[in-house]
């Protein structure tokens, strides 16, 4: 059975999983459904068309699935969803999506999002993300798998982080980031490799030198960026036709391939 306290208010109509606890003046609106072991703490409001998957920690004051901060929102019935095994410390703001994207915001699994982040609408969310303190997204960003973002980072709307990019503190996001970069600098500028990230999640030495050489190919060779995605699609193909599709070095490639395949907003330099 959940665990509610006293004081805590849990509007009709809400769904609470086996196990959930539901601290001290926290706030649950009727639309919202919460999976089974979740803990919402002292304070914290969930609101909105909010589905929340299991064993989620939420903090205290976090807002969880409050309504756009768009001008052009006017009430649509629009969506907040989370997995599983996800992290909101104090103070955290997610929003829900608007019709003017797909009407929703998603947050994946196992993700860390620390105190005062900002989570728009219509953000997309992967897996394994850690937002650093006071992060600020804004809408319809898009974060894949095992990106890190430094403290006081902020990511202007519509951008994409590719996989397992870090940034530095206080970095400005106003371009699309490729996979497996560390960037910094008020206007975001590539430093090279994510390295020692890679290294913690299992990358050996010659796939982070398979990764190397694709860096070279994007920002060391004088490419633009047209020249750069014809070489990479040229050596894939070539990898391909010499490597089974399981490769590790193939899946890296594609996964640079299919990134700058469907960049919008350029990427840093």
């Not at 999976?35 to 919402?40: A, I, S």
């Not at 052009?72 to 929003?95: M, S, W």
């Not at 006081?152 to 503190?169: D, E, L, Y």
Request: proline fraction near 5%; charged fraction near 20%; glycine fraction near 12%.
């Amino acid at each position: 059975m959940p665990k509610i306290h006293p004081s805590a208010i849990v509007e009709p109509g809400a769904k609470l999983g086996a196990g959930v606890e539901i601290g001290a003046q926290a706030i649950v609106g009727p639309d919202v459904s919460i999976g089974p072991g979740t803990m919402v703490g002292a304070r914290a409001i969930l609101t909105g068309r909010t589905t929340i998957g299991s064993d989620n920690q939420i903090h205290a004051n976090a807002v969880i699935g409050s309504t756009p901060q768009d001008k052009k929102y006017a009430g649509e019935p629009t969506v907040l969803e989370i997995g599983d095994r996800n992290t909101f410390r104090e103070f955290v703001t997610v929003n829900t999506g608007t019709v003017q994207d797909q009407g929703r915001t998603r947050i994946g699994n196992d993700n860390w999002i620390m105190a005062y982040v900002h989570v728009a609408h219509d953000c997309v969310i992967g897996n394994h993300v850690t937002l650093a303190n006071c992060t600020q997204l804004g809408g319809h960003v898009v974060l894949d798998d095992w990106v890190t973002l430094g403290g006081f980072t902020g990511v202007h709307q519509f951008c994409r982080v590719g996989a397992h990019v870090m940034t530095s503190v206080g970095t400005t996001v106003l371009q699309d980031i490729p996979p497996y970069l560390m960037c910094a600098g008020q206007g975001a500028k590539p430093h090279g490799l994510n390295v020692e990230g890679l290294r913690r999640r299992g990358f050996g030495p010659e796939q982070i030198a398979a990764l190397k050489q694709i860096y070279r190919t994007l920002y060391r060779n004088g490419l633009g960026l047209d020249e750069a995605r014809e070489q990479l699609q040229a050596r894939l193909a070539a990898l391909r036709a010499d490597a089974p599709p399981e490769s590790l070095f193939v899946r890296d490639l594609e996964c640079m391939v299919s990134f700058l395949a469907h960049v919008t907003r350029s990427i840093v330099r």
